[in-house]
């Protein structure tokens, strides 16, 4: 079966309020806190919850402890993304395909720590408690 649209008649058909050059709002940020890997986004990575904490284990070798790095950016007041790149490669921030997790708002994304041995990159992030303090100093 075939379906063959007239996107012309659609489009004549639409009311012109609809299709005025309004210029576009920016959209809220759908979520509040993630994280970034440097990798693509279909790498594996293992994902572990804890009370204290969520640990993400990516198998990866060729790397050393001091090529790992940690930044928290604040995209927009009250959205943060946690960035964890590589010092060997070259603007991974503006990469689109990056592995990413939306991160629950019970976390503390300005206390991550990352860790590289024994060819595993692990990246702890750690909970806040309910009395809003961090578990994990």
């Known amino acids: 079966m075939v379906v ?4 012309e008649a659609a489009a004549s058909a639409v009311p012109s309020t609809v ?7 920016r959209m809220p ?3 509040a806190k993630v994280l970034q890997l440097p990798f693509r986004s279909d790498k594996d990575v293992e ?9 993400f284990a990516i198998q990866h070798s060729g790397l050393a402890a001091e090529d790992v790095r940690v930044q928290v950016l604040e995209i927009v007041p009250g959205a943060v993304k946690v960035v ?18 939306r991160l629950p708002p019970t976390t503390s994304p300005e206390a991550t720590r ?3 041995s024994d060819e595993v990159l692990l990246v702890t992030v750690p909970k806040i408690e309910a ?7």
């Open 19 to 25: 299709t005025s050059s309004k210029p576009l709002k």
């Open 114 to 116: 990352v860790e590289y």
């Open 29 to 31: 940020h759908l979520f």
């Open 131 to 137: 009395g809003g303090l961090d578990r994990l100093a």
């Open 47 to 55: 994902v572990h919850e804890t009370p204290e904490c969520y640990m």
């Open 84 to 101: 964890v790149g590589l010092l060997s490669s070259s603007s991974d921030e503006n990469q689109v395909d990056c592995w990413r997790f």
């Open 4 to 7: 063959v649209y007239d996107i």
